[in-house]
Nanobody, 119 residues
């Protein structure tokens, strides 16, 4: 069973940076896609970014393009989300997810990590 564990959330000021990590275990991930989603209070969960396990393919939400970078360290089975130029509207719970077929509707989720941006 796939397990995903996020870390790296916290409180930063507007314009600051954070790097989230997602450690994956319990599966053979060569064919997987891994993504990050976020959910702010009172809002629906939204897609942020995704990456193929090879690292060759990435996708981003328009709201984070140019500010966030998703990457993968295959040796560590870990996916990262580097977040720069953070804005208060980036405040949310951030969740790592994985799927072999459709990362926009993933079957495996982590427990989430909170990111709070102060203005």
């Amino acid at each position: 069973q796939v397990q995903l564990v996020e870390s790296g959330g916290g409180l930063v000021q507007t314009g600051g940076s954070l790097r989230l990590s997602c450690a994956a275990s319990g599966g053979t991930f060569r064919s997987y896609f891994v993504g990050w989603f976020r959910q702010a209070p009172g809002k629906e969960r939204e897609f942020v970014a995704a990456i193929s396990w090879s690292g060759a393919n990435t996708a981003y939400a328009d709201s984070v393009k140019g500010r966030f970078t998703i990457s993968i360290d295959n040796a560590k089975n870990t996916v990262y989300l580097q977040m720069n130029s953070l804005k208060p509207e980036d405040t949310a719970g951030y969740y790592c997810a994985a799927d072999q077929r459709n990362i926009r509707n993933p079957g495996s989720w982590g427990q989430g990590t909170q990111v709070t941006i102060s203005s």
